[in-house]
Every structure is written in structure tokens, then in C-alpha cells.
């Protein structure tokens, strides 16, 4: 094996790739990457049996090959060689890496051992990349982290027709979004959980071409069928764990694929209030910022309250034994004088995944979620249970 | 008021041979025999055992099995928690008439500051001697107590005045005294440390004394190091503080036999985690992190823990975090001989904002819990459990 690449290309593919390897893996094997050049294409590729990426890129080849070297080793070089081209070779048992004066010699694993990365699931259909991009990240907010309820670390990705709609929750708050694709073939209707972490992680890395393109394969779809009530006290929803089912996206020569999570996602439609008892309709950018001063005071898991009048909200955090904070800011409000109390930082999230100038809140009541819009609630949605305040 | 007598005002009162001499005032019979308490089944450890039987070589933490080859002739008597409580509350009601600046380690003994009550009662020895006077009176138990300026050293003394004895050690006497211990006397000092220590040859505190601060922090880390330095020179900047207020609540439980069943475990865990949440409910009291532990067959201990989004009190909550950090472990049949619950964290129930759940009933878990203490405070304890607990006797009281 035998080759030259652009440093700041390989520096990017290695760094990517080797950011989902595994930093405790099950065998030694598994935290490498594999090099490997054939005519003019070099691919660097990583799998953890959960997770495997690949990236392609051009290099002028000598030697066909492969090679398979430290990844968190190589991630490290590439990022801190010069700006000169990079030549890479094998030279028996270990592969040899030169760039300008600078010259690295990494020991190599047996190619031989190495697993099979998985084979790409049908192509489901193709999305921009820029829109996927924002549409994960306005999503994975909600997602919950918490690994005491599994299926609720993953994102609902639910495919019909031409439309595409993910969904997260973590139990107090739950994202949805719905965004026009191009399905392949006419699917129905198909879905899958896709473990949060990594599906805003490839979203993010997958921008740089035009467009992704999905695959699945989806898991024994239980089609979101439990009540939510149910899956928060852990009683329905499954394991949670790692299923049989894949997803990969494919965009700007990089590839990624990752096992689904088996499991029951709570139906969330039903979740959603079908009507309001009030709505306030205010600058997104003023209430975050007002927010977030007076959520300085709150302690800990304590909440910004809320209160709506006419033509202003009055938010105050704090109590009678510590410090204290309140603001007020103009606000078109309709219905009845009423006071929430919302945990500031899912506030924010909700708030910061908007992309709108304006924010609309409707309420039902104190004890009910709030739902937050930005211009068509159609698009995006975010619930938000309130916090009860005692006394 | 001299200076050495203001600054030797820390009592360390320890019962000598607690339990044992609590059953020997009910079995006068056997004074003067060796007696052991502990756990009656060939699982169970001493918990106290009487001088006579010290002599043999048995002493607390010992597993029983050792103790009958060590001492085949000692009576055992199985513990009786409920006689140590109500003895040990009358205990430290003496100490609170001496003063309000009582803090109690166990049980059995208190550190207690006594600058306050020298008018009244006299000088820290006389202090020291009384209360030693009104325990054996009306508990009819011997105790021993340590005088010192310092906690750490009111409590070396007190260990070397036993059995039945007083030691108090002024502030000019406190190098002579120390010096010539072993280093494991110190507090802070375990196995592991005691070893760095003696590779270094250093077997004495008077050796610790000697030694340059950086080289013991060199063996031992730069924390633990300046802290025997300290101590060897008797420096404990730590004052008595009157009883703390529960840092964390938990329950566990030792198997009869070691258990490998994952459903056996499980079924512990929702027992210790229902009973944890009860007493939590009793204090009024919710926290926010939940740990679990576990002991394995060759005794090796592990603990793991999280915090949660919220303070809880529900005894599902504590569950669920309970079996998934167990399941976190990978334990594939490993043999266990305790598992424990805890929830740390702890602030008071009434002053928790709530944050509420998406499609959450009206009636939750926490309601059906407080339903089951109203009908446990009307009908005994294990009036309401989850049916995966019936068949089985209730629950022990906690230790």
C-alpha cells in the first residue's frame, strides 16, 4: 500500500471517523480505523458493531491496500500535522506516515480480523442536508439522556409519503418536527428509533454535501402504541436496547450507519392538547435573554415562573430566603391572567430550537403542557410540562 | 480558668464491648464467661464480643464461623437491636445533661465538648468520671472515656483507658503520647496506607513526625499527607458538632445465602427501594441522587450512584434507578451477599417545586405510595406491597 492525500482532507475523514470508535472497546481490534486505497480513492473506515463510518476521498495511489492503526493515535497526528501533502506507506508490519519533514511509524492489526462493517439498508430516500441538519438538531433537544428509560434516549423517525417526521421526548418536554423528502419508492409508512446521540452527531457531520440520503431497515415496528403514562414509569416500551434494525445515511462521500433501538416509543399525537385556553405571542430573542438573567437565581431544579397579563409577562425566580429576580416584557396575550412555572433550561431549549423571530406560547393550564410554535405549528412543535409550584 | 485546662475540654465516651455488656446485664449468669453477640446462622459476623472472649482472639467483624474455632467454648446470643436502642438512647441522655454540644459516632459513643459545663460540674476529668458513674448507675453497663483537646486524640486515649477506665491527655503530653503508637493508630490510616508507610519505615506516629511533609505526601498524595502530618503533631482543627441531621437514608440487605438470580435481586431492589422511600416519606424528606451496593461472595464492595433531574421520595423512582444501575454492571450470575439502596441529597419534601410529567396521571406512583403508609400506619408495616414482594414475610425493620 502506497499513497498521497491532502493533509487537511485525511485530517477531516480521520477525525470524523474516529470520533464514534469506541473509547473502551470490547477488543483492541475495535478502536482502529482501516485505511485502505485502491485506484484513486481512499477510504477510512470505523465500527464498534453499533455504530461504523466511512469516509472516501481522493488520493493519488501507488499501491493498492489496507491498514488498520490506532484511530485515536492517527486522529491525533493528522490533526497536528504541517500543511503539506501527506504520504502514507506499509513497510512490513507497520505502516509509515510522512509529511513534510515530520515522519510517523504506527503499528498495524491483523486486516484479516477485522469485522465486516454492515452493508447499507435500502435506500429509503433523500433529504438537503442542511435542512436534515437543523430539523435533528431542533429535535434531539428533548431527547431524553437518561438511560433508565432506553427508548426514550432515541429520536422517533416516522416516514410517510413525502413526509418526514421526527420526534423526542425525555418525558417533560417533547419535540416534533415534520419536513418535506424525497422518498426512493413509494414506502408508506415506515419507522424507526434511532439511538439521539448519534443520529445529531451524523446529521451534523453530513451537512457538507447537498444532500443525505436514508436507508433503513426498520425493527419490529411497534409503531409508537404505548401510553406515554405507561412508558415513563418503565412498565411498557421495551428494552430499550440495541435492536436488529439499521440506519445508514450517506452524503458528501461520507457514510455512517447504526443499529436502532428495539422498543415502544410512547404514542405522542395524543399528547398534544387540542385546544388552548391562551396564547401569548412574543420576541423570541427578549424572552431568552430575560430568561436566562433571571434564571441566575434559581437554584439548582428551580423554576422561572411566569405570569401573563393583557399585554405583559412578568417572569421571577427565587424565593423569600434567597436572592431574587423579576422582569418584565411586552407580550400579545389573550385570555385569562394565569401563572406557569417552567424549568428555565428546558425553557431555553424549546426556545433555541425555534427558528423564528417570534415565539408563541398556548397554555390550558398551570398543571398542563405548554405548547411552543414558532411560524407554522405545523412545522415544528415543542411541549413543555410546567413545573407545580408548592403552596 | 487556666489555658490547659480550657483547652482540654473534648470527651470521647465509648461503651466498653457494647452489646455484650448489655446481655450481660440480663444474663448476670455469665460475667466473667466469654460471651459473643451475633448473627445466629453460620452467615452472621460478631457484632461485640466480651473481654474473656477477646482474650481467644475473637473480636467484631469476624465471621462466626471463625469466632466458634477461635473460642468453641463462648455463649452466643443472638442481637436484640431494639434492647441497644433503647440503652443507647438513655446513654446519650446523659450526655446532654452534661451539654448540648454532643456529637454521637454510633450507638455506643459521643464526642462531647465540655468547656461549658465546668462550673457546674467541674473540671473535664470530673466531668468524664461522672458520666462514667451515672452510666454504670443506670445502665448498669462499664464505659470508657478518652480527655483530650483534640477529637482524635479524646479518642486514642479512650481506646487505651479501656476496659472501664478514664485517660486524659493535656496538650503538653500529647507528642509523648502519640509518638510512641503504631502509625495504623491514626485516623486516616488503613491497610494500603499503613503498608506505603512501612515501606518507608516509617512504623511509628513518632516516625511520621520526623518525616519531611512532602516525602509523606509523596506515599500517600499530597492530602492525605499533610493530614498525618497534622495528626502526628496531635493538630485536629475538627470542633464537636451536636448531632448532624441525616445526610442520606438507605437500607440493605445480606442474603442468607449468596444469591445469583437476577429476578431474587430485582425483587430486593423494589423491597430496599420501597423501604428507603418510606422512611424518606416519614422524615419529609426527598433527594435527588440514588446509589446502589453491592457486595460479592468474596466480600469485595462496589458502589454506584446517579443523580436524578429531581429529588424523589417514591419508592418506583428509587427502582428504576436502582436495577439500572445494577444492570449497568453486567453482573451475569456473579454470586452476591448484599445488596444495599441509598438516596443522598436529601432536602425537605415541602419546599420542592414539582416538575411535571408528560401524560401524567392524577393519581401516580407517589399517591399510591402515600395511600399505602396511611393504610401501613392503620394496618402494620406491609399492609400495602407490590404483589412481586407477597408471599414473603414483611419487611425487617432496618438495622
Same mark, same amino acid.
Given at each position: 500500500?502506497?499513497? =498521497?492525500?491532502?493533509?487537511?482532507?485525511? #485530517?477531516?475523514?480521520?477525525?470524523?471517523?474516529?470520533?464514534? $470508535?469506541?473509547?473502551?472497546?470490547?477488543?483492541?481490534?475495535?478502536?482502529?480505523?482501516?485505511?485502505?486505497?485502491?485506484?484513486? @480513492?481512499?477510504?477510512?473506515?470505523?465500527?464498534?458493531?453499533e455504530?461504523?463510518?466511512?469516509?472516501?476521498?481522493?488520493?493519488?495511489?501507488?499501491?493498492?491496500?489496507?491498514?488498520?492503526?490506532?484511530?485515536?493515535?492517527?486522529?491525533?497526528?493528522?490533526?497536528?500535522?504541517?500543511?503539506?501533502?501527506?504520504?502514507?506507506?506499509?513497510?512490513?508490519?507497520?505502516?509509515?506516515?510522512?509529511?513534510?519533514?515530520?515522519?510517523?511509524?504506527?503499528?498495524?492489526?491483523?486486516?484479516?480480523?477485522?469485522?465486516?462493517?454492515?452493508?447499507?439498508?435500502?435506500? #429509503?430516500?433523500?433529504?438537503?442536508?442542511?435542512?436534515?441538519?437543523?430539523?435533528?438538531?431542533?429535535?434531539v433537544?428533548a431527547a431524553g439522556r437518561d438511560d433508565t428509560l432506553p427508548v426514550l434516549t432515541g429520536v422517533k423517525?416516522?416516514?410517510?409519503?413525502?413526509?418526514?417526521?421526527?420526534?423526542a421526548t425525555d418525558r417533560?418536554? $417533547?419535540?416534533?418536527?415534520?419536513?418535506? %423528502? !424525497?422518498?426512493?419508492?413509494?414506502?408508506?409508512?415506515?419507522?424507526a428509533l434511532v439511538p439521539a446521540r448519534t443520529l445529531?452527531?451524523?446529521?451534523?457531520?453530513?451537512?457538507?454535501?447537498?444532500?443525505?440520503?436514508?436507508?433503513?431497515?426498520?425493527n419490529a415496528?411497534l409503531?409508537g402504541?404505548a401510553?406515554m403514562?405507561r412508558v415513563a414509569e418503565g412498565t411498557v416500551g421495551g428494552n430499550g436496547l440495541v435492536g436488529s434494525g439499521?440506519?445508514?445515511?450517506?452524503?458528501?462521500?461520507?457514510?455512517?450507519?447504526t443499529r436502532l433501538l428495539d422498543g415502544d416509543f410512547p404514542?405522542? /399525537?395524543?399528547?398534544?392538547?387540542?385546544?388552548? +385556553?391562551?396564547?401569548?405571542?412574543?420576541?423570541?430573542?427578549?424572552?431568552? !435573554?430575560?430568561?436566562?438573567?433571571?434564571?441566575?437565581?434559581?437554584?439548582?431544579?428551580?423554576?422561572?415562573?411566569?405570569?401573563?397579563?393583557?399585554?405583559?409577562? @412578568?417572569?421571577?425566580?427565587?424565593?423569600?430566603?434567597? +436572592?431574587?429576580?423579576?422582569?418584565?416584557?411586552?407580550?400579545?396575550?389573550?385570555?385569562? #391572567?394565569?401563572?406557569?412555572?417552567?424549568?428555565?433550561?428546558?425553557?431555553?431549549?424549546? $426556545?433555541?430550537?425555534?427558528?423564528?423571530?417570534?415565539?408563541?406560547?398556548?397554555?390550558?393550564?398551570? @398543571?398542563?403542557? +405548554?405548547?411552543?410554535?414558532?411560524?407554522?405549528?405545523?412545522?415544528?412543535?415543542?411541549?413543555?410540562?410546567?413545573?407545580?409550584?408548592?403552596? | 480558668?487556666?489555658?490547659?485546662?480550657?483547652?482540654?475540654?473534648?470527651?470521647?465516651?465509648?461503651?466498653?464491648?457494647?452489646?455484650?455488656?448489655?446481655?450481660?446485664?440480663?444474663?448476670?449468669?455469665? =460475667?466473667?464467661?466469654?460471651?459473643?453477640?451475633?448473627?445466629?446462622?453460620?452467615?452472621?459476623?460478631?457484632?461485640?464480643?466480651?473481654?474473656?472472649?477477646?482474650?481467644?482472639?475473637?473480636?467484631?467483624?469476624?465471621?462466626?464461623?471463625?469466632?466458634?474455632?477461635?473460642?468453641?467454648?463462648?455463649?452466643?446470643?443472638?442481637?436484640?437491636?431494639?434492647?441497644?436502642?433503647?440503652?443507647?438512647?438513655?446513654?446519650?441522655?446523659?450526655? =446532654?445533661?452534661?451539654?448540648?454540644?454532643?456529637?454521637?459516632?454510633?450507638?455506643? !459513643?459521643?464526642?462531647?465538648?465540655?468547656?461549658?459545663?465546668?462550673?457546674?460540674?467541674?473540671?473535664?476529668?470530673?466531668?468524664?468520671? %461522672?458520666?462514667?458513674?451515672?452510666?454504670?448507675?443506670?445502665?448498669?453497663?462499664?464505659?470508657?472515656?478518652?480527655?483530650?483537646? @483534640?477529637?482524635?486524640?479524646?479518642?486514642?486515649?479512650?481506646?487505651?483507658?479501656?476496659?472501664?477506665?478514664? $485517660?486524659?491527655?493535656?496538650?503538653?503530653?500529647?507528642?509523648?503520647?502519640?509518638?510512641?503508637?503504631?502509625?495504623?493508630?491514626? %485516623?486516616?490510616?488503613?491497610?494500603?496506607?499503613?503498608?506505603?508507610?512501612?515501606?518507608?519505615?516509617?512504623?511509628?506516629?513518632?516516625?511520621?513526625?520526623?518525616?519531611?511533609?512532602?516525602?509523606?505526601?509523596?506515599?500517600?498524595?499530597?492530602?492525605?499527607?499533610?493530614?498525618?502530618?497534622?495528626?502526628? %503533631?496531635?493538630?485536629?482543627?475538627?470542633?464537636?458538632?451536636?448531632?448532624?441531621?441525616?445526610?442520606?437514608?438507605?437500607?440493605?440487605?445480606?442474603?442468607?445465602?449468596?444469591?445469583?438470580?437476577?429476578?431474587?435481586?430485582?425483587?430486593?431492589?423494589?423491597?430496599?427501594?420501597?423501604?428507603?422511600?418510606?422512611?424518606?416519606?416519614?422524615?419529609? /424528606?426527598?433527594?435527588?441522587?440514588?446509589?446502589?451496593?453491592?457486595?460479592?461472595?468474596?466480600?469485595?464492595?462496589?458502589?454506584?450512584?446517579r443523580?436524578l433531574p429531581?429529588?424523589?421520595?417514591?419508592? =418506583?423512582d428509587?427502582y428504576a434507578v436502582a436495577t439500572a444501575l445494577v444492570d449497568r454492571l453486567g453482573?451475569?450470575?456473579?454470586?452476591?451477599?448484599?445488596?444495599?439502596?441509598?438516596?443522598?441529597?436529601?432536602?425537605?419534601?415541602?419546599?420542592?417545586?414539582?416538575?411535571?410529567?408528560?401524560? /401524567?396521571?392524577?393519581?401516580?406512583?407517589?399517591?399510591?405510595?402515600?395511600?399505602?403508609?396511611?393504610?401501613?400506619?392503620?394496618?402494620? #408495616?406491609?399492609?400495602?406491597?407490590?404483589?412481586?414482594?407477597?408471599?414473603?414475610?414483611?419487611?425487617?425493620?432496618?438495622?
Amino acid at each position: 500500500m502506497r499513497f =498521497r492525500v491532502d493533509r487537511d482532507a485525511l #485530517a477531516d475523514a480521520v477525525a470524523w471517523s474516529a470520533r464514534s $470508535l469506541p473509547s473502551r472497546p470490547a477488543f483492541p481490534l475495535l478502536a482502529g480505523l482501516m485505511i485502505s486505497v485502491d485506484d484513486s @480513492t481512499l477510504t477510512v473506515s470505523g465500527f464498534d458493531y453499533e455504530v461504523s463510518t466511512e469516509a472516501a476521498l481522493d488520493a493519488a495511489t501507488d499501491a493498492a491496500g489496507r491498514v488498520l492503526v490506532s484511530g485515536r493515535l492517527l486522529a491525533e497526528i493528522t490533526r497536528s500535522l504541517p500543511a503539506q501533502p501527506v504520504e502514507m506507506h506499509t513497510d512490513g508490519a507497520r505502516a509509515v506516515l510522512t509529511c513534510g519533514s515530520a515522519r510517523f511509524e504506527l503499528p498495524t492489526m491483523a486486516v484479516a480480523d477485522y469485522p465486516e462493517l454492515p452493508v447499507m439498508p435500502t435506500l #429509503a430516500g433523500k433529504i438537503g442536508s442542511d435542512v436534515f441538519g437543523a430539523a435533528v438538531a431542533s429535535v434531539v433537544v428533548a431527547a431524553g439522556r437518561d438511560d433508565t428509560l432506553p427508548v426514550l434516549t432515541g429520536v422517533k423517525l416516522t416516514i410517510s409519503g413525502d413526509q418526514l417526521t421526527l420526534a423526542a421526548t425525555d418525558r417533560y418536554r $417533547l419535540a416534533i418536527r415534520t419536513l418535506p %423528502w !424525497e422518498p426512493a419508492d413509494d414506502l408508506g409508512t415506515a419507522t424507526a428509533l434511532v439511538p439521539a446521540r448519534t443520529l445529531a452527531e451524523s446529521a451534523k457531520a453530513l451537512t457538507g454535501g447537498a444532500h443525505v440520503s436514508i436507508a433503513f431497515e426498520g425493527n419490529a415496528d411497534l409503531a409508537g402504541k404505548a401510553d406515554m403514562a405507561r412508558v415513563a414509569e418503565g412498565t411498557v416500551g421495551g428494552n430499550g436496547l440495541v435492536g436488529s434494525g439499521l440506519i445508514g445515511f450517506e452524503g458528501s462521500r461520507r457514510r455512517t450507519t447504526t443499529r436502532l433501538l428495539d422498543g415502544d416509543f410512547p404514542k405522542y /399525537q395524543s399528547l398534544l392538547p387540542s385546544e388552548s +385556553a391562551a396564547t401569548a405571542r412574543l420576541e423570541k430573542a427578549a424572552l431568552v !435573554e430575560a430568561v436566562r438573567r433571571v434564571a441566575l437565581v434559581a437554584q439548582r431544579t428551580a423554576p422561572v415562573r411566569l405570569s401573563f397579563d393583557t399585554s405583559e409577562v @412578568t417572569l421571577e425566580a427565587g424565593g423569600v430566603d434567597e +436572592a431574587q429576580a423579576t422582569e418584565s416584557l411586552a407580550a400579545a396575550y389573550e385570555g385569562e #391572567a394565569m401563572t406557569i412555572a417552567f424549568n428555565p433550561s428546558f425553557l431555553l431549549d424549546g $426556545l433555541g430550537a425555534l427558528d423564528s423571530d417570534d415565539v408563541t406560547l398556548a397554555f390550558t393550564t398551570p @398543571t398542563k403542557p +405548554a405548547v411552543l410554535t414558532g411560524k407554522d405549528p405545523e412545522i415544528y412543535r415543542y411541549l413543555l410540562m410546567p413545573v407545580r409550584l408548592t403552596g | 480558668m487556666t489555658g490547659h485546662a480550657a483547652a482540654c475540654s473534648i470527651l470521647h465516651v465509648d461503651m466498653d464491648a457494647f452489646y455484650a455488656s448489655v446481655e450481660l446485664r440480663r444474663h448476670p449468669e455469665l =460475667r466473667g464467661q466469654p460471651v459473643i453477640v451475633g448473627g445466629s446462622s453460620t452467615r452472621g459476623v460478631v457484632l461485640s464480643a466480651t473481654y474473656e472472649a477477646r482474650a481467644f482472639g475473637v473480636r467484631s467483624a469476624l465471621p462466626m464461623s471463625r469466632a466458634h474455632r477461635l473460642c468453641p467454648d463462648a455463649v452466643v446470643i443472638p442481637p436484640d437491636f431494639a434492647a441497644y436502642s433503647a440503652v443507647s438512647a438513655g446513654i446519650m441522655e446523659v450526655f =446532654r445533661s452534661v451539654t448540648p454540644l454532643v456529637e454521637p459516632i454510633a450507638l455506643d !459513643e459521643a464526642f462531647l465538648e465540655v468547656s461549658g459545663a465546668r462550673r457546674r460540674l467541674g473540671g473535664p476529668v470530673e466531668i468524664g468520671e %461522672w458520666i462514667r458513674a451515672r452510666i454504670a448507675d443506670e445502665q448498669d453497663i462499664p464505659c470508657s472515656v478518652g480527655v483530650a483537646s @483534640t477529637k482524635f486524640v479524646a479518642k486514642l486515649a479512650s481506646t487505651r483507658a479501656k476496659p472501664d477506665g478514664l $485517660l486524659a491527655v493535656p496538650p503538653e503530653r500529647v507528642v509523648a503520647f502519640l509518638h510512641p503508637l503504631p502509625v495504623a493508630a491514626l %485516623w486516616g490510616v488503613g491497610e494500603r496506607t499503613e503498608e506505603s508507610l512501612l515501606r518507608l519505615g516509617l512504623r511509628t506516629v513518632g516516625d511520621l513526625a520526623d518525616t519531611p511533609v512532602s516525602t509523606l505526601q509523596r506515599a500517600v498524595g499530597s492530602a492525605a499527607g499533610a493530614h498525618l502530618a497534622a495528626l502526628a %503533631w496531635g493538630r485536629d482543627p475538627r470542633s464537636v458538632i451536636p448531632t448532624e441531621p441525616d445526610r442520606s437514608i438507605g437500607s440493605e440487605e445480606t442474603f442468607e445465602r449468596d444469591v445469583d438470580d437476577p429476578v431474587r435481586i430485582r425483587r430486593e431492589l423494589l423491597r430496599l427501594s420501597e423501604r428507603t422511600a418510606g422512611r424518606l416519606r416519614d422524615s419529609g /424528606q426527598v433527594g435527588r441522587t440514588v446509589s446502589v451496593k453491592i457486595r460479592f461472595s468474596d466480600f469485595s464492595t462496589i458502589t454506584r450512584s446517579r443523580t436524578l433531574p429531581e429529588a424523589t421520595d417514591v419508592g =418506583r423512582d428509587i427502582y428504576a434507578v436502582a436495577t439500572a444501575l445494577v444492570d449497568r454492571l453486567g453482573l451475569q450470575r456473579a454470586r452476591l451477599r448484599l445488596v444495599g439502596v441509598r438516596v443522598e441529597g436529601l432536602g425537605p419534601a415541602a419546599a420542592q417545586p414539582r416538575q411535571l410529567v408528560l401524560g /401524567q396521571r392524577a393519581f401516580g406512583w407517589r399517591e399510591a405510595e402515600q395511600a399505602a403508609d396511611r393504610a401501613a400506619r392503620r394496618f402494620g #408495616a406491609g399492609a400495602v406491597r407490590p404483589g412481586t414482594l407477597f408471599g414473603r414475610r414483611p419487611p425487617d425493620p432496618g438495622p
